[in-house]
């Protein structure tokens, strides 16, 4: 479903697989430590059409952070999330969202999950 194309040696970016000529629905930035990775996800939920395409994406940015944590041979890996932008539908029940008198929903909110491999 998502394409993940590298921008540079730290910057991947995301695209939906039907359309290469969208702007990046997801990038992300991969910061290494001594022990440690750290993947710093935007993902601009204006190009999410519905809550499985969302899952989905989630699910590939997860798919790197695992591939990168084995290639780099970290013994850790924290995926931050950032969603920001307008969509027609709820991502998560436990994010924060503001509701527009449009039917459209405002979000702005972050999240954090370690890799368990």
């Not at 000529?21 to 910061?31: L, N, Q, S, Y």
């Not at 990775?37 to 695992?66: P, S, T, W």
């Not at 950032?82 to 994010?95: P, Y």
């Not at 929903?105 to 999950?113: A, K, N, P, R, Y």
């Given at each position: 479903?998502?394409?993940?194309?590298p921008i540079s040696k730290e910057l991947y970016?995301?695209?939906?697989?039907?359309?290469?000529?969208?702007?990046?629905?997801?990038?992300?930035?991969?910061?290494?430590?001594?022990?440690?990775?750290?993947?710093?996800?935007?993902?601009?939920?204006?190009?999410?059409?519905?809550?499985?395409?969302?899952?989905?994406?989630?699910?590939?940015?997860?798919?790197?952070?695992?591939?990168?944590?084995?290639?780099?041979?970290?013994?850790?890996?924290?995926?931050?999330?950032?969603?920001?932008?307008?969509?027609?539908?709820?991502?998560?029940?436990?994010?924060?969202?503001?509701?527009?008198?449009?039917?459209?929903?405002?979000?702005?909110t972050e999240f954090s999950e370690e890799l368990?491999?």
């Amino acid at each position: 479903m998502w394409q993940t194309l590298p921008i540079s040696k730290e910057l991947y970016g995301f695209l939906p697989e039907s359309n290469w000529h969208e702007a990046w629905t997801a990038t992300a930035m991969i910061v290494e430590t001594e022990h440690k990775l750290e993947i710093h996800a935007d993902i601009h939920v204006y190009y999410v059409k519905n809550k499985e395409e969302f899952e989905l994406l989630l699910e590939a940015i997860r798919h790197l952070a695992g591939i990168k944590k084995e290639e780099m041979a970290k013994e850790s890996c924290m995926i931050h999330f950032r969603c920001k932008g307008i969509s027609t539908f709820t991502l998560d029940d436990s994010m924060s969202v503001q509701y527009h008198s449009g039917g459209d929903i405002l979000v702005d909110t972050e999240f954090s999950e370690e890799l368990v491999s």
